[in-house]
């Protein structure tokens, strides 16, 4: 599987901007979605994901209520809206896709995209 991620630039705080993250390759054995982020001088942290299927979505408590996550019509492409943006919401964002939820609650999916840099600014 082939996660390619884009969407990412430079915004002003309260702004918003949207990430997509497209698959490819055996994409059946992929049954959620995600987004991580990792802020500069920091760890990764999950940011939010969704089951492809059943759309069931989740997100850290920092992102809640400011992020969306979302998937196309073809459920092989995952959305990140993401609005009122701060200044700390500033990483490279990657996208990730795993078989089931303890990838993501690990940290380890089985799947990376590249990372896509977000900076807002103050």
């Known amino acids: 599987v082939q996660l390619q991620a884009s969407g990412g630039g430079l915004v002003q705080a309260g702004g918003s901007l949207t990430l997509s993250c497209a698959t490819a390759?055996?994409?059946?054995?992929?049954?959620?979605m995600g987004w991580f982020r990792q802020p500069p001088g920091k760890e990764r942290e999950w940011v939010s994901y969704i089951y492809i299927s059943s759309g069931i979505t989740d997100y850290s408590d920092s992102v809640k209520g400011r992020f969306t996550v979302s998937r196309g019509n073809a459920k092989n492409t995952v959305y990140l809206q993401m609005n009122s943006l701060k200044p700390e919401d500033t990483a490279v964002y990657y996208c990730?896709?795993?078989?089931?939820?303890?990838?993501?609650?690990?940290?380890?999916?089985?799947?990376w995209g590249q990372g896509t840099q977000i900076t807002v600014s103050s």
């Open positions: 390759g055996r994409i059946g054995s992929v049954y959620l």
């Open positions: 990730a896709a795993d078989r089931n939820v303890y990838g993501f609650l690990s940290k380890s999916p089985d799947y």
